[in-house]
């Protein structure tokens, strides 16, 4: 066998290998995002979809449209509040409980982690009904134990908020707790044993130590939680009947549905839809560069 | 007596943490007047299976647990094998655009997928008058979509697993004559399973939550509503059938649960295995 042919199948064989995962990703992602950049640009609604009037192109209109509307800037700004206090939220606890599990027993360990698996494996759809049957104004047990009789939780828009946030942290505190608990695991014993006979203190072994070969992990739930409360869709929905009493508790995912599919305004929808993809993309490139300033190798 | 403090406070957040679920299945199991009552107690005396009942008989929930499982386990084995080939590919081989892949999957995970439902709708809509099977109302359409979501994340994360099984193994295994596919199917695959147990996890739930698509696709079949769309069915704009409801989430829950905990110790060594990249 020439060289020549083993490098021509040597450069072909990766291409073989990415072909299954290319033929379900262009359709059903690539050309939809694609779609959703068209759509933003034409006036979209109902006559439009039955087919009884063509689609007008109407180019940066809907974009015109959102920017000049009060709601859109303020479901932008909840949406980006929202989203960074579920982060810091789940973040802090996830890590907080993580160190936690270094320092405690096998049996409190074991307790935690099972506990733990059971917010995490419970659906998104699960974790929103059971809490609003938890916090249910006339039924519901905190209300009775509290004493707060009718109360209801979702009157308040930072209070509903609140509540919604509780489920998503919920969710999401045990894959950072589990991961970062499984990182810490990973570190290898000798090299702590190392660092404790140079004289490094608790932080400094920390710091210098442990953290840097966490980077990569912290890597994936900062960005994990960045993308999952940011797109937080199912509890919002579900827990506030699609939006919040007269939309109040609106975030940017909801308020595209919501446009699209409530009001068959589809190419409004997609503009949110675009607003909302350009944020992400700009919180990953910020990501990606810091990324690469701290030697990740990708 | 530190160690005991610690203690206590994992066994309080645990106790904290697991309560909406010890209270959903309680709930499930209290026959109607004690959920009803205005003192409501964390324990039943009579436990029945009445709100069950209803929910597989009258609501049919057998059938939309039936179709949640096919989905998943559809899900489950097409992405771990597509992401497997492509991990592969992107750790194994050095070519132009490899990078760039790896990034264009990064920023893959960060597009609203909410916001890619409105042109999906159209398509999945479009795409079921030339192949039925993947069109609007179909079982196919939730596959196709969940698939394309789950791999992104999927590739990227068993990346790290395929890099971390030293090349001298496939060596070896050329050395003795292996084909290609052996080594991929024989030798690669195998080890990396706690990396495919992680990423089935995430593809599982992912599939298996999945509200949102099933909502926007399944709109006249409601034969095949999987089942967090069809929770929904419960509510009511007078009064929930909250009995209904706990015993419906429930069974939603126990297949995550179950599957959570079968693959809970390779999770955490995977997880963990990401370090090692």
Same mark, same amino acid.
């Given at each position: 066998?020439?060289?020549?042919?083993?490098?021509?199948?040597?450069?072909?064989?990766?291409?073989?290998?990415?072909?299954?995962?290319?033929?379900?990703?262009?359709?059903?992602?690539?050309?939809?995002?694609?779609?959703?950049?068209?759509?933003?640009?034409?006036?979209?609604?109902?006559?439009?979809?039955?087919?009884?009037?063509?689609?007008?192109?109407?180019?940066?209109?809907?974009?015109?449209?959102?920017?000049?509307?009060?709601?859109?800037?303020?479901?932008?700004?909840?949406?980006?509040?929202?989203?960074?206090?579920?982060?810091?939220?789940?973040?802090? *606890?996830?890590?907080?409980?993580?160190?936690?599990?270094?320092?405690?027993?096998?049996?409190?360990?074991?307790?935690?982690?099972?506990? &733990?698996?059971?917010?995490?494996?419970?659906?998104?759809?699960?974790?929103?009904?059971?809490?609003?049957?938890?916090?249910?104004?006339? *039924?519901?047990?905190?209300?009775?134990?509290?004493?707060?009789?009718?109360?209801?939780?979702?009157?308040?828009?930072?209070?509903?908020?609140?509540?919604?946030?509780?489920?998503?942290?919920?969710?999401?505190?045990?894959?950072?707790?589990?991961?970062?608990?499984?990182?810490?695991?990973?570190?290898?014993?000798?090299?702590?044993?190392?660092?404790?006979?140079?004289? &490094?203190?608790?932080?400094?072994?920390?710091?210098?130590?442990?953290? $840097?070969?966490?980077? $990569?992990?912290?890597?994936?739930?900062?960005?994990?939680?960045?993308?999952?409360?940011?797109?937080?869709?199912?509890?919002?929905?579900?827990?506030?009947?699609?939006?919040?009493?007269?939309?109040?508790?609106?975030?940017?995912?909801?308020?595209?549905?919501?446009?699209?599919?409530?009001? &068959?305004?589809?190419?409004?929808?997609?503009?949110?839809?675009?607003?909302?993809?350009?944020?992400?993309?700009?919180?990953?490139?910020?990501?990606?560069?810091?990324?690469?300033?701290?030697?990740?190798?990708? | 007596?530190?160690?005991?403090?610690?203690?206590?406070?994992?066994?309080?957040?645990?106790?904290?943490?697991?309560?909406?679920?010890?209270?959903?299945?309680?709930?499930?199991?209290?026959?109607?007047?004690?959920? #009803?009552?205005?003192?409501?107690?964390?324990?039943?005396?009579?436990?029945?299976?009445?709100?069950?009942?209803?929910? #597989?008989?009258?609501?049919?929930?057998?059938?939309?647990?039936?179709?949640?499982?096919?989905?998943?386990?559809?899900?489950?084995?097409?992405?771990?094998?597509?992401?497997?080939?492509?991990?592969?590919?992107?750790?194994?081989?050095?070519?132009?655009?490899?990078?760039?892949?790896?990034? #264009?999957?990064?920023?893959? @995970?960060?597009?609203?997928?909410?916001?890619?439902?409105?042109?999906?709708?159209? @398509?999945?809509?479009?795409?079921?008058?030339?192949?039925?099977?993947?069109?609007?109302?179909?079982?196919?359409?939730?596959?196709?979509? @969940?698939?394309?979501?789950?791999?992104?994340?999927?590739?990227?994360?068993?990346?790290?697993?395929?890099?971390?099984?030293?090349?001298?193994?496939?060596?070896?295994?050329?050395?003795?004559?292996?084909?290609?596919?052996?080594?991929?199917?024989?030798?690669?695959?195998?080890?990396?399973?706690?990396?495919?147990?992680?990423?089935?996890?995430?593809?599982?739930? #992912?599939?298996?939550?999945?509200?949102?698509?099933?909502?926007?696709?399944?709109?006249?079949?409601?034969?095949? @509503?999987?089942?967090?769309?069809?929770?929904?069915?419960?509510?009511?704009?007078?009064?929930?059938?909250?009995?209904?409801?706990?015993?419906?989430?429930?069974?939603?829950?126990?297949?995550?649960?179950?599957?959570?905990?079968?693959?809970?110790?390779?999770?955490?060594?995977?997880?963990?295995?990401?370090?090692?990249?």
């Amino acid at each position: 066998m020439s060289s020549s042919v083993t490098n021509r199948r040597q450069r072909l064989t990766p291409l073989w290998l990415l072909l299954p995962a290319l033929a379900v990703l262009v359709p059903m992602f690539a050309y939809p995002l694609y779609q959703l950049g068209l759509l933003s640009t034409f006036e979209y609604g109902q006559p439009q979809v039955s087919g009884g009037e063509p689609a007008r192109f109407v180019g940066t209109g809907n974009f015109r449209t959102l920017f000049g509307d009060p709601t859109f800037w303020s479901v932008l700004n909840q949406t980006v509040l929202f989203a960074a206090g579920c982060v810091l939220v789940t973040l802090a *606890l996830g890590a907080a409980l993580a160190v936690l599990m270094t320092r405690i027993g096998r049996v409190a360990r074991t307790v935690l982690s099972f506990a &733990a698996l059971t917010a995490w494996a419970a659906p998104a759809m699960t974790g929103s009904v059971v809490w609003t049957f938890l916090f249910d104004s006339n *039924l519901g047990l905190v209300n009775e134990v509290l004493g707060l009789d009718g109360y209801n939780w979702l009157y308040d828009r930072n209070v509903a908020f609140a509540l919604v946030g509780a489920v998503v942290v919920w969710h999401s505190f045990p894959f950072v707790m589990i991961t970062l608990y499984a990182g810490i695991q990973a570190v290898p014993g000798a090299v702590l044993e190392a660092a404790a006979l140079d004289g &490094a203190s608790a932080f400094t072994t920390f710091r210098r130590v442990t953290a $840097p070969i966490l980077r $990569p992990l912290i890597t994936i739930v900062v960005i994990q939680s960045i993308i999952w409360d940011f797109k937080v869709f199912t509890q919002i929905y579900v827990m506030t009947r699609g939006g919040g009493i007269a939309g109040q508790n609106m975030v940017l995912n909801v308020y595209a549905y919501q446009k699209a599919f409530a009001s &068959a305004q589809y190419g409004l929808g997609s503009a949110i839809g675009i607003v909302m993809t350009v944020i992400l993309l700009v919180v990953t490139l910020f990501y990606l560069r810091a990324l690469r300033r701290t030697g990740e190798v990708l | 007596m530190r160690r005991r403090v610690a203690d206590g406070v994992a066994i309080l957040v645990a106790l904290l943490t697991v309560f909406p679920i010890y209270w959903m299945v309680l709930s499930a199991l209290k026959p109607t007047g004690e959920i #009803l009552s205005a003192d409501p107690r964390p324990w039943t005396l009579h436990p029945t299976l009445d709100h069950f009942r209803s929910a #597989l008989g009258v609501s049919g929930f057998g059938r939309y647990f039936l179709n949640s499982v096919v989905v998943a386990l559809a899900v489950v084995a097409l992405s771990a094998l597509i992401a497997f080939l492509a991990a592969v590919a992107l750790t194994r081989y050095r070519f132009r655009t490899r990078t760039t892949i790896l990034v #264009l999957f990064l920023i893959a @995970q960060m597009v609203p997928v909410e916001a890619l439902s409105i042109p999906l709708f159209f @398509q999945i809509r479009d795409l079921g008058r030339t192949v039925p099977g993947v069109g609007l109302n179909t079982l196919g359409s939730l596959i196709l979509v @969940q698939v394309a979501f789950s791999l992104p994340f999927a590739i990227w994360m068993l990346r790290g697993f395929v890099a971390a099984v030293p090349k001298e193994v496939e060596e070896a295994a050329i050395m003795d004559g292996a084909s290609r596919f052996t080594i991929l199917w024989r030798v690669l695959f195998p080890l990396i399973a706690p990396g495919l147990a992680a990423t089935s996890v995430f593809s599982f739930i #992912l599939a298996w939550n999945d509200f949102l698509f099933a909502k926007t696709f399944i709109i006249s079949a409601t034969e095949n @509503q999987t089942l967090p769309a069809a929770l929904l069915v419960f509510f009511k704009p007078d009064e929930n059938d909250w009995g209904g409801i706990m015993a419906a989430s429930t069974l939603m829950t126990i297949p995550v649960l179950v599957f959570f905990i079968f693959v809970r110790r390779r999770l955490v060594s995977g997880l963990g295995g990401a370090v090692k990249e």
